[in-house]
Structures are given as structure tokens and as C-alpha cells.
């Protein structure tokens, strides 16, 4: 998703950088390093590494889910080039969005085993404190479970540094509600568009829908080349 978006920001002149935080992807580190902290500075070290590589003078960061809550996170901090934040979906309920890792977690283990394991993974999630270090493939450090717990909908705060933040969000799920929500509540609120997608992304699969929804690239890449 972010690569076509990528490529398409670039068809219209934009000079992007995508980048994998640290102990993701391809970068240096390992998953049991990750930290919503340092993911931050990532954030400030790429926006500082775009603009050595093009001399550009203003730039608009985009970030999808916890990706998305990340950027949000780093303009706090964030230079006073930065034109604006474009979130997709982020996530703003730190617990909600662990357990629903921790569902699909459980989820994918029942459906790896042609014949399943005893006790199965559904019966030993019963214990709360079965599965909470990994994330469908993926490690989940205890400091980073601890910094998304902190996460809520009621303390969040959107950020005034960024001259503009955009949201876009699909308002029939739960995360789209807490969007709706905390714009309400906020001194300086976003604006916030609501997209009806229905994607799952814990899935690397189409599932017989478009793996890149179309009305969601076109809103984000009309809103950076505004912005811009």
C-alpha cells in the first residue's frame, strides 16, 4: 500500500521517502528492540534525511495505523517545516488495539496446525498472560506493549505543531469512532474524512476485495499534493 502511494506521489513531482522503523522491515535491530519512543525519532531522522536529499523546504509525513499514531507522536516534535500529517486509520486505544493483535494472534496459530496442538492455542488464551509477547510473527517487547497500553482515546491530544493534520479514517469501526470522537473534544481539531474501506491488515491477502483500496490512495494522495 505505501509503496503504490509512494509511487504515485512521485508520478506527480513529490520527492517521498518510505522508511521501516527501527527492528522492522528491513532496517537495523531486531523486533524485540522495538520502541514506540525511538520509532519516533526514525520519524525525525527520515524527515531530516528528505530534506538533506532534495533541499526541500516544507514536508508532509504520512503514516498508516500505529504507523500513523507514530507520526502524530513525532510532531510534537516536529521541526516548523513540517506542512502537515496525513493518518490513516490511526490508533488511538492503546489495550483495544493489543488485544485485537492478540485475537488474530490466537487466530493464526488455529488455523497454521493441520491438527492441532493440546491444549489449543484458543483454550490456553484463556490465560490473560498467554500471548502477549508476539503478534502474528512478530515480537511485542513488554516496553512497547507498554507505551500502546498508555494510548487512550480520552488523553489523546492531536498535535499543534504540524500546520495541518488530516485524518482519514473509516468511521464504521472502532478506531474510526475514537477519531470522531477525540476531534470533537480537541481544542485544535483535525480534519478528519471518513472512508469506508472494511480492510484487514493483519492479512497479507485480498480476500476478493482490491489489497490496495482505491478510494482510500486517491483521498491520500489528493491530500499531500494539497498540502504540498
Not at 530534506?51 to 495505523?65: E, P
Amino acid at each position: 500500500m505505501l509503496r503504490v502511494l509512494a509511487e504515485r506521489l512521485a508520478r506527480q513531482g513529490h520527492a517521498v521517502l518510505r522508511l521501516d522503523f527501527f527492528g522492522t522491515g528491513d532496517s537495523m535491530g531486531d523486533d524485540a528492540q522495538a520502541d514506540l519512543a525511538g520509532w519516533q525519532a526514525d520519524v525525525l531522522t527520515a524527515d531530516a534525511e528528505l530534506r538533506q536529499r532534495t533541499g526541500a523546504s516544507r514536508t508532509i509525513w504520512m503514516g498508516l495505523r500505529l504507523g500513523a499514531t507514530v507520526a502524530l507522536l513525532a510532531a510534537y516534535k516536529a521541526p516548523e517545516h513540517l506542512a502537515g500529517v496525513v493518518a490513516w486509520d490511526p490508533i488511538l486505544d492503546g489495550r483495544r488495539y493489543l488485544a485485537f493483535l492478540r485475537e488474530r494472534h490466537v487466530l493464526s496459530l488455529e488455523e497454521a496446525y493441520s491438527l492441532l496442538p493440546r491444549p489449543s492455542p484458543r483454550a490456553m488464551a484463556a490465560d490473560p498472560a498467554c500471548f502477549v509477547d508476539e503478534a502474528i510473527g512478530f515480537a511485542l517487547p513488554a516496553r512497547l506493549r507498554e507505551q500502546i497500553e498508555v494510548i487512550t482515546p480520552d488523553a489523546w491530544r492531536w498535535p499543534e505543531q504540524a500546520a495541518s493534520v488530516h485524518v482519514v479514517c473509516d468511521c464504521a469501526t472502532a478506531d474510526g469512532q475514537d477519531v470522531v470522537g477525540s476531534a470533537a473534544r480537541a481544542g485544535r481539531a483535525p480534519q478528519w474524512i471518513d472512508v469506508r474501506h472494511g480492510t484487514d491488515w493483519t492479512t497479507d491477502t485480498a480476500d476478493n476485495s482490491a489489497l490496495v483500496p482505491t478510494a482510500v490512495l486517491l483521498k491520500l494522495t489528493a491530500l499531500a499534493g494539497a498540502i504540498a
